[in-house]
């Protein structure tokens, strides 16, 4: 891309430049050239020529105005300089390397070998998997000019986010609404080494639940080794799919660890509608059986003498069947249950001392409330609590690369610059682990400590 132009600033040294300027998290180019300028130790790493050069003075002609006479006056030799490159020669080279992400990919390239390298050097890598995004602002204000009828940034548009609840504190409900203009980062990460594996950028308004499956697929496609190696994928309840949880199940045998959303609005609007309660539905529709389920996929039996309410045993997921297992609570608990005769009569069965057996088959019932591990179970409960690795993969991303206060304009240089810090955190764990050094894996500049 070159040509034939000259060759003051390799492009060696401009890439590592360009590297720098992320490791020491730099807000500007300018700010990454002026650190070059008083750092000649940070040149000779970069691969510039740390000496510096003292330019000949160049004679210029001076005319008398008296006398119109015309003589050479030399002036005086310049201070010497360091060969910095210029503002223009790295805005030119970042360009080149945003031509080369738009037309190529390259940068996203970088992210699917560390992928590979980092699967290589750990065993484990990629057992357990997450998904979260992430708003990032873009340095427009979204304003659109008169003339244009165009914002600054015509790329990005406005996202919405909006989260409620129950404050358990005072049982009053709140709701929270985000706005930004700018873009949605998208991440699959590694939840136990806290690495990503995958990520997409796109305008602030897509959704996320088709991004999560395109990427998913995406992802499992370029490594299906990686397919091979996850054994759970956690998402928060805004990921809450039916779609989804079947295409991690179905297709790939992941155990979809997705928190569960409370759709159910009938029982809602009933008279004798209690809060404090959950609300609960007959597992089977058509009879009128004793069980009863959650719409987080618990499974209760109703005594049909005494009323109460008992949770079934869990009993595991048979695999071969595709279904999930449970097992009357009074038999599995030794408990006294008055209508244990009654219960078996409604399910048509005679268990006998081991009790009542009731299977949920998962393509049979609603994939979104029953899954693999069900909600709430302690390898569930592990699973999940691992998924906050994102959260603080994505507070990195926010404050130690600089994307909270940036000056990025354009959806091809953000996703340039998004894909070189995301390729920047994966190979700085790669060399650590690959430098026997894996405590600090998710360190960016911490000193390496000297060794005896």
Known sequence: MRGHGRDDYPVRAMWNALLAGIVFQHASPESLLRELARNPALMDACGFDPL???RKPKPRIVTDPATGVARIEVPPTPEPVRAVPASWNFSRFLANVIELEETLGMISEMTVVLREQLMAVLP????????DGTDIA?????????????????????GHHET???DARTGKPWKKIKRWFGYGLHLIADTRYEIPVAFELTPASVSEQPTLRAMIRATFSETPELAQRCKDFSADRGLDSAETKA?????YAIRPLIDTRELWREEKSLPDYDPSQPITRPLDPARADTIVHTEKGSLHCICPVTKEQRDLAFQGFEADRNTLKYRCPAAAYGLNCQGRAQCHQAGGVQPGEYGRIVRIKLDAHDRRIFVPTPHGSPSWQR????????????NRIDRHFGFEQHFIRGIAKMTTRVGLAIAV???????????????????LVQPIPATG
């Open 247 to 251: 295409l991690l199940w179905d297709d």
């Open 383 to 394: 699973g999940y609590n691992r998924r906050s690795a994102l959260e603080r993969i994505n």
């Open 164 to 166: 409620q609840g129950i």
């Open 425 to 443: 955190m994966m190979a700085m764990a790669l060399g650590h682990i690959q430098a026997g050094r894996p405590r600090q894996m998710r360190s």
């Open 124 to 131: 484990d890598f990629g057992e357990h998997l997450g998904f």
């Open 52 to 54: 510096p050069i003292q």
């Open 138 to 158: 873009s340095h427009s204000t979204g304003q659109q000019a008169r003339a244009s009828g165009r914002s600054s940034d015509p790329d990005a548009d406005w």
